[in-house]
């Protein structure tokens, strides 16, 4: 491989710059080239309606894919959450990184937990996914919460709390992890209470298809089991035919027997945004050898899903 500069495109916000940056110096070690961050605005950066307004899908991700395809980058980092399941034509996901915690995360006034919050507390999010399992854990454990639907980047939405206006927000975990502030985390929520978005926590390195070497290249940031848990959890986000803003969470966690990983499971949950109603299953199983088999998993427990009435669900999430 050449010694020539490599572009890397990249959202501008300090999230998006944080988490290529990881990348550039793992694509410098692994490749032995320079690396430029190559800045894109993209549309959802730039909209300011809420992202179940504006379609959630691809609205952070098309100028990058655009850029790719006009040559105008060699490669690019996403969050795995905000990608489209269906691959374009032309571009490729050379890598999955081992994913940081998936988990979402309370940032509260008086550092209290989820269940410490008082009554009527505000809580803001822009996630239908969140609000609908944070009303479906409220209605189900006596708890009085009112969802507020809030954009903006994470300064934005911690100073919300900050200056009194909400009581508490709720974050991805692996985020703040990224910029340095879990330190302003005042409750890790377990899975149990909400399903993380399909991808969370992962990111995502994509480049043109028909350049090899740099894709063999890429492949060395690959972690095979981030891989194929991402894969069944968007998969069965593919089979549910809902985009990233629908409230639709899913996890893949392998299950390990000391250092031997023996099993995977993936579990997956729809609801009305009220959190009046939800199908929530899961399934075990080895863990998936092939991409395809990956795939199936999602398939499969996607297919129970909708048996159990989840598209009537979503039917009801779109009115």
Request: aromatic share 2%; net charge negative.
């Amino acid at each position: 491989m050449s010694s020539k500069t490599l572009r890397l495109g990249t959202r501008r916000s300090r999230l998006a710059l944080a988490q290529s940056g990881l990348v550039a110096d793992a694509v410098r070690q692994v490749t032995g080239r320079p690396v430029e961050l190559v800045e894109i605005t993209t549309y959802g950066d730039t909209s300011r309606e809420h992202l179940a307004q504006i379609g959630g899908t691809g609205v952070f991700v098309t100028a990058l894919r655009d850029a790719l395809l006009g040559g105008e980058v060699d490669f690019a980092v996403h969050s795995l959450k905000d990608l489209p399941t269906a691959q374009p034509e032309g571009l490729v996901l050379a890598a999955v990184p081992e994913r940081e915690d998936p988990r979402d995360v309370l940032v509260a006034r008086d550092a209290r937990k989820f269940t410490d919050l008082p009554r009527g507390a505000r809580i803001g999010t822009g996630s239908p996914r969140r609000t609908a399992q944070l009303n479906a854990y409220a209605r189900g454990h006596g708890l009085d919460i009112e969802t507020v639907p809030i954009r903006g980047n994470v300064d934005t939405r911690i100073g919300f709390v900050r200056d009194g206006e909400l009581d508490a927000v709720v974050l991805a975990a692996a985020g703040l992890s990224r910029i340095g502030r879990l330190d302003e985390v005042t409750d890790f929520l377990s899975v149990d209470t909400v399903l993380p978005a399909p991808g969370q926590g992962a990111l995502a390195i994509e480049c043109a298809a028909d350049n090899a070497d740099l894709i063999a290249a890429l492949g060395e940031l690959d972690d095979p089991f981030t891989r194929v848990a991402v894969t069944a959890e968007r998969s069965l986000l593919a089979a549910l035919e809902a985009g990233c803003s629908a409230p639709v969470g899913a996890l893949a966690d392998l299950l390990a027997d000391g250092q031997i990983v023996k099993e995977m499971r993936l579990r997956g949950i729809v609801g009305t945004t009220d959190g009046s109603r939800t199908v929530q299953l899961s399934t075990t199983g080895p863990v998936p050898e092939t991409h395809d088999q990956a795939l199936t998993l999602g398939r499969e427990l996607a297919a129970e899903m909708l048996a159990q009435g989840a598209a009537g669900l979503m039917g009801e999430q779109a009115k």
